[in-house]
């Protein structure tokens, strides 16, 4: 989720993909949104837009209330039984409780922590420099990136990956570009599709035909 009351109008084409391409390689997983099923709940998430409250609390203990808002977020998704999480960071608005909960996952299941999305990828080296709690940002698509991460292979094998090497913050030469035309058709289950269709009035389902930005 974000601290904006922004929503996406349509299920997360991203998280459709990775799901229906991870089948393909006989790896099954959990998506979910955040952002739309709290809308309506009773979670005022704008103490995350206090970045100074929120560092301290990272670097020096919990804060009472910011540990009760988490719990709350948690609670909207079933995330314990997991042993890698991934969180997908757009923006600035996203980054702040999207580091609140990995850390919270972290220290209570001991998950292993990637973050991707445009923010992350642009911060990466300053990321896991200071947060030691997320493990990993893939910085460009994530399709075989995830796909390797969740096989164990080593770090500097796979494509499009910042991670730590002792002190130092290395990324992976390696690329690998995905063909979209052998891309499988995006798998929405897991996504709250009900609540698209409640706050709009409609469901556009959205499909993939280039990749990047235009601008």
């Given amino acids: 989720p974000s601290t904006s009351r922004n929503h996406t109008s349509n299920p997360i084409l991203s998280l459709g993909v990775l799901k229906s391409y991870l089948a393909t390689k006989d790896i099954y997983i959990d998506i ?9 709940k009773d979670i005022n998430t704008s103490i995350f837009k206090k970045h100074h409250l929120i560092l301290k ?5 919990r804060n009472f209330y910011l540990n009760y808002v988490a719990d709350k ?15 997908s960071v757009m923006s600035l608005k996203q980054f702040p409780i999207a580091l609140v909960l ?8 001991d998950s292993q922590i990637i973050l991707g999305g445009f923010y992350p990828k642009t911060n990466a080296y300053n990321i896991l ?7 990993y940002i893939v910085g460009e698509e994530g399709e075989v990136a ?15 990956l910042y991670y730590r090497d002792g002190d130092v913050v290395r990324r992976s030469n390696r690329k690998s570009l995905i ?10 289950r897991g996504l709250p599709i009900e609540l698209y269709k ?4 409609y469901l556009e389902l959205p499909y993939e035909l280039s990749r990047g930005c235009s601008y």
């Fill in 32 to 40: 979910d949104d955040l952002d739309i099923k709290t809308i309506d």
């Fill in 57 to 61: 609390s990272l670097d020096h203990g």
């Fill in 198 to 201: 409640h706050y709009h009035g």
């Fill in 179 to 188: 063909n979209l035309n052998y891309l499988p058709a995006p798998d929405f």
């Fill in 102 to 109: 990995a850390k919270k996952l972290k220290e209570e299941y």
């Fill in 73 to 87: 977020l948690l609670k909207q998704s079933n995330l314990n039984d997991f042993d890698i999480i991934g969180f």
């Fill in 129 to 135: 420099k200071r947060f030691p709690f997320i493990d």
């Fill in 146 to 160: 995830l796909e390797m991460l969740a096989k164990g292979k080593r770090p500097q094998s796979i494509p499009f």
